[in-house]
């Protein structure tokens, strides 16, 4: 069978199923315990349903104390099987009245009836028409459940476990107890989103007079709406006369009849528990923050990590090493006596294991720390913008994943970034042999002058000193050599700190960029990979409920 004729024998609940099974387990730890635990239930519930018969429809008739559910059901059934009195609680144990035997005892041990009555006298769909006629509705169980508002605890247990188990709800009422808070609160409202499978009976009609029925019709259906149920179906029945019985037969007729109350029971199931999972979102997806919030994350974390002391250090070695190439030969070893801050921070050596390579930079203080976990923090914020406090609270933590292993990996990044820390410039060799040529210069022209005043001292007859424009030559050649060292040596310094400043913006953006890749492994993609987690999360939720 090819993929698309398997794709399309997938049932609608079946798709929904599944999108729900998907949504509870992308929300792992990110749902509320009971939430999650609720939809392992649904789908645990509906595996197991959709194992069992087919062919029956499950109701369950739920009522408070002295609705006069028993009585309802030994009419519908046209059997005394359900024990009535006036002392409550008068059923303990729920019952079953099931039409059509064959493949219901699987389907009755799932929902753990044991009390079960076979019932012989049909149960009847009249066809409506020009043509009207009846259609036997076979394959009903119909339940006669404990009081949930029981004072036994044990009654309102099981009648709140089938109240999740059976197809079709049928709330039974009196106009004594119909506005009871408690019964709309905890059982009507909670389940009100299967309106197509819940059915409200107002008993004991007879018990109104006439001009009173439909006000208390009325007020009944506006506390229905209140409660959640759209368009609720209501049926004034009375037991004890028998008014009513016939439409309510009908009804639970044309419900078994159509065979799908199960499917909706179940269908609604997935869509309640989808819509609690969905609670506190927008449902809209996340997106990671741009640029701006990225760049922003890197400028903390390599402020945070010392980047401002290596490119300061950049900047004062570029001068240092320009002084040494450059400078005057004659105080160039004072250059050497100041400690290069690149060396003391690790940063000068080539040759080092980048796995090993580390730097000198001082531990992070308190200061550096939370500088750090702020960038995180406000990055995160920013993703998880939004999002269910759930949600939020997981995207922090995928942010915060990496944070014992923060500060190594950005000192490694660091270490290992190329900032040209051993790299001089193009003009250094030229600069130094202008400046051993004008130290040559001045020194050839001080022994000339030496020698000079020497041979006239000892009264030696000398040739002229050649002179160009009237200066001797030994003289121009001493001060031109010393003014063009003294020249050199403030223009070099000038070009050195253009440089360094130069050297410092290329230091300051490489290792930028290696704090960035850091930023991005350790706290962008973790953050990333949540968001995407949510999106599908949201996307599997809106399967299931549509």
């Known amino acids: 069978m090819s993929r698309r004729r398997q794709t399309a024998t997938v049932s609608p609940l079946?798709?929904?199923?599944?999108?729900?099974?998907?949504?509870?387990e992308l929300g792992t730890d990110r749902l509320e315990p009971a939430v999650s635990d609720a939809s392992w239930q649904v789908l645990e519930r509906a595996s197991t349903r959709r194992t069992l018969s087919a062919e029956h429809t499950v109701v369950g008739f739920f009522g408070a104390t002295g609705s006069g559910k028993s009585s309802l059901f030994n009419a519908i059934v046209r059997q005394d099987l359900a024990r009535t009195a006036a002392t409550r609680p008068t059923t303990s144990q729920p019952m079953a009245g099931v039409w059509g035997g064959p493949g219901s005892e699987p389907l009755l041990d799932w929902l753990g009836v044991q009390e079960r009555h076979l019932i012989d006298t049909p149960l009847r769909l009249e066809k409506k028409g020009l043509f009207g006629s009846e259609k036997e509705a076979s394959g009903l169980i119909l339940l006669d459940l404990p009081d949930f508002d029981s004072t036994v605890a044990a009654n309102r247990e099981i009648a709140t476990k089938l109240a999740g188990q059976v197809d079709v709800l049928i709330w039974v009422l009196d106009p004594q107890k119909y506005a009871d808070a408690a019964v709309h609160h905890d059982f009507i409202r909670p389940l009100a989103t299967h309106g197509s499978v819940t059915l409200v009976v107002l008993n004991q009609i007879d018990k109104l007079k006439e001009n009173q029925r439909e006000p208390v019709m009325d007020s009944l259906r506006s506390i229905l709406l209140a409660d959640g149920l759209a368009s609720p179906r209501i049926l004034g029945?009375?037991?004890?006369?028998?008014?009513?019985?016939?439409?309510?037969?009908?009804?639970?007729?044309?419900?078994?009849?159509?065979?799908?109350?199960?499917?909706?029971?179940?269908?609604?199931?997935?869509?309640?528990?989808?819509g609690r999972m969905a609670e506190g979102s927008r449902e809209e997806e996340l997106k990671l923050?741009?640029?701006?919030?990225k760049k922003a994350l890197t400028v903390e974390l390599a402020a945070a990590a010392g980047v401002n002391t290596v490119v300061d250090a950049v900047r004062t070695s570029y001068r240092m090493d320009a002084h040494k190439k450059t400078?005057?030969?004659?105080?160039?070893?004072?250059?050497?006596?100041?400690?290069?801050?690149?060396?003391?921070?690790?940063?000068?050596?080539?040759?080092?294991?980048?796995?090993?390579?580390?730097?000198?930079?001082?531990?992070?203080?308190?200061?550096?720390?939370?500088?750090?976990?702020?960038?995180?923090?406000?990055?995160?914020?920013e993703a998880s913008a939004g999002a269910p406090e759930a949600w939020q609270g997981s995207i922090r933590r995928a942010a915060r994943a990496g944070e014992a292993k923060l500060p190594d990996e950005l000192d490694q990044a660091i270490a290992n970034?190329?900032?040209g820390a051993t790299k001089g410039s193009w003009w250094w060799p030229i600069v130094s042999v202008i400046q051993w040529i004008s130290l040559v210069t001045a020194l050839a022209g001080a022994l000339w002058l030496g020698a000079l005043f020497g041979a006239q001292y000892l009264q030696f007859t000398l040739p002229e000193v050649p002179k160009v424009e009237g200066f001797p030559v030994p003289t121009l050649m001493l001060f031109i050599g010393i003014l063009l060292g003294i020249v050199l040596g403030l223009a070099t310094g000038l070009i050195a700190r253009i440089g360094a400043a130069g050297r410092a913006r290329k230091a300051r953006r490489a290792l930028h960029a290696s704090v960035g890749a850091v930023a991005e492994r350790s706290v962008i993609e973790p953050v990333g990979a949540e968001i995407t987690r949510h999106n599908h999360f949201i996307g599997a939720l809106q399967r299931a409920r549509s």
Not at 15 to 20: M, N, S, V
Not at 248 to 258: K, T
Not at 289 to 293: S, T
């Open 14 to 24: 079946e798709r929904r199923l599944e999108a729900l099974k998907l949504a509870t």
């Open 237 to 274: 029945v009375s037991a004890l006369t028998g008014e009513g019985l016939d439409a309510l037969r009908q009804e639970i007729a044309r419900v078994v009849s159509e065979r799908g109350a199960a499917t909706n029971r179940l269908t609604a199931d997935v869509a309640t528990i989808a």
């Open 289 to 293: 923050p741009g640029e701006p919030a």
């Open 327 to 381: 400078g005057w030969p004659l105080t160039r070893w004072l250059a050497k006596v100041r400690p290069d801050p690149l060396r003391r921070l690790n940063l000068k050596s080539a040759d080092v294991n980048p796995k090993l390579n580390r730097t000198s930079l001082p531990a992070p203080g308190a200061a550096q720390r939370a500088q750090a976990d702020s960038a995180v923090r406000r990055y995160a914020d």
């Open 417 to 419: 970034t190329g900032i």
